[in-house]
Nanobody
Framework: QVQLVESGGGLVQTGGSLRLSCAAS????????MGWFRQAPGREREFVATIVRNDGRTYSAESVKGRFTISKDNAKNMMYLQMSSLKPEDTAVYYC????????????????????WGQGTQVTVSP
């Protein structure tokens, strides 16, 4: 089992920045990749970014490329999402997720490919 806890959400103005954190505990050495997803009201949960635990390869959704950066600190069992140039359409609950087992990094974008989830942290971007 892997437990995930997100933090760092909040209210920010358009153009502002936030850094989300995800603290992992439990059998973290079993995880191959970790990712961030988000879900806005009335919409399906969508992929934001993913990172391979061992080698740090990353893949991000087109909507956030150039604005969001995913990173990790294996020694601390932490994952981060640095968000800048935030837009109102980035408003959502952001979830941390972990996958056990290999997946092609560019293809590891579906919610069903991740085995563990955090409870989410709200990000609200005001106009």
């Amino acid at each position: 089992q892997v437990q995930l806890v997100e933090s760092g959400g909040g209210l920010v103005q358009t153009g502002g920045s936030l850094r989300l954190s995800c603290a992992a505990s439990g059998r973290t050495f079993d995880t191959y990749a970790m990712g961030w997803f988000r879900q806005a009201p009335g919409r399906e949960r969508e992929f934001v970014a993913t990172i391979v635990r061992n080698d740090g390869r990353t893949y991000s959704a087109e909507s956030v490329k150039g604005r969001f950066t995913i990173s990790k600190d294996n020694a601390k069992n932490m994952m981060y999402l640095q968000m800048s140039s935030l837009k109102p359409e980035d408003t959502a609950v952001y979830y941390c997720a972990a996958r056990v087992g290999y997946c092609l990094i560019g293809g590891c974008q579906r919610t069903g490919q991740y085995h563990y989830w955090g409870q989410g942290t709200q990000v609200t971007v005001s106009p």
